[in-house]
């Protein structure tokens, strides 16, 4: 087991050593981030870096402005972190990260477990921080709910579709509340856009349903239900 934990350690390094550099401005993006604690300062450089020729294909960019610096600002700007989660993608999403993201402890990463337990490139990277950050964000729009703030939960359901799109919780808290307001054309079509980012789903079938029944079509309702 030490062993396996000392050749852990060896990989992370190793990591750091052959993913890192990039541009000027990207690395003064990152001491900004690190050193200086900056967040402001690395935004302005880690945007700088984005346009700079020699990091025009270097998704460890955006992805450093998601989740080290937008991730991370008071509030978390979200919209922006998801544009570069997205960007970040389009680049390169088999990039090695510049340092694997533990996904669980690391006291319990095994040889058997591994694979599931370290992400290690841009995709597996980004795939973990969407979970991580839609929970965050879809739980912001809960409490805002709880104090019957329906715009803020609604404005904050949109951002969690655009941090993880295809997750059918945005699709059906949104058109529940649309429905529960008798908004039943915005409660349809974001019951429509769950079916197709997320595939068949009861609950969403059951909403539609719903929406029929309410506008009296029992025949579509019944096929609904």
Known sequence: MYLF???????????GCSTGGGSMEFTSAKTAARTEKDLN??????????????????????????VEVYRKQNPPQWEKMAEMFNEAIRRNSEQKLETPKYLIDPEKITKENYKESIAETIQEGVDAYREQEWINVYNK???YLDK????????HLEI?????????????????????N?????????????????????????II?????????LKQAAIMY
Request: charged share 25%; glycine share 4%; proline share 1%.
């Open 5 to 15: 934990k000392s050749t852990i350690i060896v990989i992370m390094l190793i990591f």
């Open 41 to 66: 300062k690395a935004e302005l450089w880690g945007v700088k870096a984005l346009h700079v020729k020699s990091d025009s294909t270097n998704a460890l960019v955006p992805y450093f402005l998601a």
């Open 141 to 143: 729009s809960l409490d």
């Open 148 to 155: 019957d703030n329906i715009e803020a939960a609604i404005k």
């Open 160 to 180: 969690a579709k655009m941090v993880d799109i295809n997750n059918e919780k945005n699709y059906v808290f949104l058109s529940q509340i649309y429905l529960n």
């Open 182 to 206: 008798k908004d039943f054309e915005n409660a349809l079509i974001e019951a429509n856009k769950g079916l197709k980012h997320s595939g068949d789903s009861t609950d969403l079938y059951t």
């Open 209 to 217: 349903g719903s929406i029929h029944n309410e506008q009296g079509d």
